[in-house]
């Protein structure tokens, strides 16, 4: 049992990152993890660095120096400036040298600061004049004797936010406050650090939904550079994006997780997972950072925006149906859905009411439906934007509610991952595969956690995700939920094959669960790992028995090498082949309340990537 739980600790390990985000505000009346940070026993002290923006009250470096307690010529060297008068453009970021160091069970960079007139309460002057370098709750707590709101003239002890690295790789955990508008990624193309390690440094998981007036740890592990070039992105669209609604993504703790998972798994697997797992720290190391591509996710709204002249007799787009959606979309009349199918021709066919085809020289999906369906569809989408989600370009309209409305996608042009799985030219390579594991799990995380409310997808399968031509995948959201078992002639589904293997509660009850998206995610890795279909259910529950307790004939390891895909040729690693195998398992159990959330998956998948 030691070695199981052994086995999920390394699988879930979040040793090194020990800090956490702080999702709520500066103003926030709570203490979180990460209001403050925590002290590690690696460095009890440390010289590090914070980025304050210059603004009304603080528009030169002397006034910044004056309010950090810094000296003015070290500010000037340190960002590239010639002169300490000099009126910086508001926000303009500069980096603020300062000693950090462990006071209790917290980490701060200690200055003073004398009320001023223009400033009245805790929260000003935490939020406003410190920009959220450190939280009010932290400024009240700090200085007790100033019991609601602090009197002008008086001195204040201000503990600023700041932490120290908890091992060599990393020079400095740069404490980095939140504006509107900022994304981890832009932080990491300004530091010229990956984004993963924005996250791993914060306990965040990828991807992540970040708040204004909140702060993040940026570790540099190289030369301190902030690259002031870099555009913040496009401030979000009230009512899309959950920028400012502060909703706490539920947070288990570790050891929660760990007895989740842990119960999930076969007792039988203690030998195997020893010596697995002496593989798989080697593997840890290999760790390498997997840049989200936001370039992706820019250039594939292009495609939609080339001016294009229709003509409205056919034009099937009613302006009020886009009334709140975030991005165009398209406006395509019958005749070009025909072209662009061949007339809907045999070839152009990718699944039950799903073509493929040709507009405007891009390649597209375009799937069949009644009129009523497409509002749901469009709705849904305009919630969404996601570079692991396919994007709807546009849509027509017809005149009848029978199949004659058409919504049009982005075709990744890989194809789906059901054919590039048996494709034998495609060779898809252990490190694509993983990675296409991750994808998905990421666009079902953003799908699960980050959609309000939260969306459940129920047709997850290798032919519902597609991949990009540097193999990313994408999972495509058609829309209504379908009816197990049925392809139903009315278009709600993007009807498959029937057979595979389904979660056994959505086959009795029909009801839409995250639980049975993490089924079908199961299966999902199942064909990743093994290129197989389960067409009848069997397969599978067969083939990954060894798993559960059954290994008593032959090896484990052999029983897994004979499950693999064979065109794999041994070309991977047995661990990572071992881990996703469990993770599999875990996913397909039975009882929905022993899978893995969509979040313990995305711990283990982040460390293959
Ligand atoms: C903070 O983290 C610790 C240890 O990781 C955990 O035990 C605790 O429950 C967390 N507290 C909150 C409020 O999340
Ligand atoms: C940090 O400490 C060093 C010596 O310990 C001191 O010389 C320096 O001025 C301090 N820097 C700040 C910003 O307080
Ligand atoms: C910072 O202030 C605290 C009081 O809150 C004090 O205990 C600590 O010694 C100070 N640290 C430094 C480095 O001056
Ligand atoms: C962030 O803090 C500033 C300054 O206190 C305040 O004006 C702004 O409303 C805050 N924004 C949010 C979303 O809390
Ligand atoms: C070093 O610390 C950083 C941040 O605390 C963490 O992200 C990283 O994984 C650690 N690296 C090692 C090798 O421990
Ligand atoms: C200042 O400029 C130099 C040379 O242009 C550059 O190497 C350095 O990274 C810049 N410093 C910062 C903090 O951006």
Not at 88 to 113: D, H, M, W
Not at 225 to 252: C, H, M, R, Y
């Amino acid at each position: 049992m030691i070695s199981l739980w052994f086995l999920m600790w390394v699988c879930f390990n979040s040793i090194h990152a020990q800090q956490f985000y702080d999702f709520t505000p500066c103003s926030s009346p709570t203490n979180n993890n990460g209001t403050r940070y925590t002290c590690n026993s690696f460095q009890k002290s440390c010289h590090t660095f914070l980025v304050y923006r210059a603004n009304q009250q603080s528009q030169t470096i002397s006034n910044i120096a004056r309010l950090f307690i810094a000296s003015p010529d070290e500010l000037i060297f340190l960002n590239n400036l010639t002169s300490a008068s000099e009126i910086l453009k508001p926000g303009r970021e500069v980096l603020i040298p300062i000693n950090c160091s462990c006071t209790g069970k917290f980490y701060q960079a200690n200055i003073t600061y004398l009320v001023s007139e223009t400033t009245t309460s805790f929260a000003d002057i935490a939020c406003g004049v410190f920009e959220g370098l450190i939280k009010s709750i932290t400024l009240a707590e700090q200085n007790p004797s100033h019991d609601n709101d602090p009197k002008v003239g008086s001195v204040l002890h201000v503990p600023l936010k700041c932490a120290c690295p908890d091992n060599f790789t990393v020079k400095y955990l740069v404490t980095y406050p939140f504006i509107e508008g900022d994304e981890t990624n832009e932080v990491g193309l300004k530091f010229e650090i990956p984004t993963v390690d924005i996250w791993e440094a914060n306990h965040l998981d990828p991807g992540p939904t970040v708040y204004p007036n909140t702060t993040v740890l940026v570790p540099v592990k190289g030369k301190l550079v902030i690259n002031l070039d870099i555009p913040v992105s496009d401030p979000p669209i009230p009512g899309f994006l959950p920028t400012t609604a502060v909703k706490q993504p539920e947070k288990t703790t570790q050891l929660k997780k760990l007895f989740i998972v842990g119960s999930i798994l076969g007792i039988s697997l203690v030998l195997v997972a020893l010596s697995a797992c002496g593989l798989y720290v080697k593997e840890l190391n290999k760790w390498k950072a997997a840049r989200i591509q936001s370039s992706t996710r820019r250039s594939s709204l292009t495609s939609c925006s080339t001016p294009r002249s229709r003509s409205s007799t056919n034009s099937c787009l009613s302006p009020d149906l886009l009334i709140g959606i975030k991005y165009s979309l398209c406006n395509y009349s019958t005749e070009e859905i025909r072209r662009a199918t061949k007339d809907f021709g045999k070839d152009t066919k990718i699944s039950g009411f799903v073509y493929k085809g040709v507009v405007d020289n891009v390649n597209v999906m375009i799937k069949q439906l009644r009129l009523k369906d497409t509002k749901l569809i469009i709705d849904l989408h305009s919630k969404i934007n996601h570079v692991n989600i396919v994007k709807l370009l546009g849509a027509c309209y017809g005149e009848s509610n029978f199949l004659s409305s058409y919504l049009v996608f982005e075709f990744p042009a890989n194809g789906c991952l059901r054919d590039g799985l048996t494709n034998p030219s495609f060779s898809l390579r252990w490190h694509r595969r993983t990675q296409i594991a991750f994808d998905i799990a990421t666009g079902l995380h953003y799908l699960h956690y980050f959609m309000v409310p939260p969306y459940t997808h129920m047709s997850i399968n290798s032919r519902n995700i597609f991949l990009t031509p540097n193999w990313r995948a994408k999972l495509a959201v058609f829309g209504t939920t379908p009816m197990v078992g049925s392809s139903k002639e009315n278009g709600d589904v993007i009807s498959l094959p029937r057979g595979g293997w389904v979660a056994p509660e959505s086959l009795e009850s029909g009801l839409a669960s995250e639980k049975v998206d993490i089924f079908a995610f199961g299966v999902v890795l199942l064909e990743l790992i093994s290129a197989r279909e389960d067409i009848d259910g069997k397969l599978f529950r067969e083939s990954i028995r060894f798993l559960g307790g059954g290994a008593s004939d032959g090896g484990c390891f052999e029983q897994l090498r004979n499950f693999m895909d064979p065109s794999l040729k041994e070309d991977y690693p047995l661990a990572e082949a071992l881990c996703l195998a469990v993770l599999a398992k875990a996913c397909v159990e039975d009882d929905p309340m022993h899978r893995p959330s969509v979040d313990d998956i995305m711990k283990v998948l982040a460390r293959m990537v």
